[in-house]
């Protein structure tokens, strides 16, 4: 985890990416976090469910890759519902760039303070809202679902190691 970051959405592809092409792009910026891979097949599902806009021409542009490692990073805390009803929230009060740009941070945030790399978990909100609130917390699950992950998988390498030995 030293030295993750996601990419801010002026960096995200401008040109429309295909499905996999997509799913390559997430899985390479969210592996770090050792949670779940994107497949296809979830892509096609968030699109039916209403948590992405359908592709334009089978290709999918910076909004919807930006949602979509918004899922990926989050899947693993929030229900598909609570994952649309959040969605539905930001769409209502900050742009995509903003709130995703946002999420960016305080995941980092609250990854370097979960790795132990931040004696404070900072809050860089300049304002103060409810969904702020629940973004923040969401990311605070998700640092700790990720620092769990890192601490099984080195007891699991401890253990291979040892039974090697």
């Known amino acids: 985890m030293e030295g993750f970051s996601l990419p801010r959405y002026r960096e995200l592809p401008e040109v429309g990416l295909y ?7 997430v899985n390479g910026v969210t592996s770090a976090l050792g949670l779940p891979p994107l497949t296809s097949s979830m892509v096609g599902n968030y699109v039916k469910q209403g ?3 359908s592709p334009v021409k089978k290709r999918y542009g910076a909004d919807q890759i930006a949602y979509l490692i918004f899922v990926t990073c989050t899947k693993n805390v929030l229900s598909i519902e609570n994952l649309r009803l959040f969605i539905s929230m930001q769409k209502a009060t900050y742009d995509v760039f903003v709130a995703y740009d946002y999420f960016c941070e305080q995941l980092e ?3 370097d303070y979960a ?3 931040s004696e404070m978990l900072v ?6 809202s409810e969904e702020k609130d629940m973004l923040r917390y969401c990311t ?4 700790n679902v990720a620092y ?3 601490c099984f998988d080195a007891v699991r390498i401890r253990a291979e190691e040892q039974l090697a030995q």
């Open 140 to 143: 605070i699950a998700t640092a």
């Open 19 to 25: 499905l996999e092409q997509v799913v390559q792009y």
């Open 115 to 117: 790795f132990g790399r």
């Open 148 to 150: 769990l992950g890192a």
């Open 109 to 111: 945030l609250a990854l």
């Open 123 to 128: 809050d860089t909100a300049v304002t103060v």
């Open 51 to 53: 948590l992405i806009d």
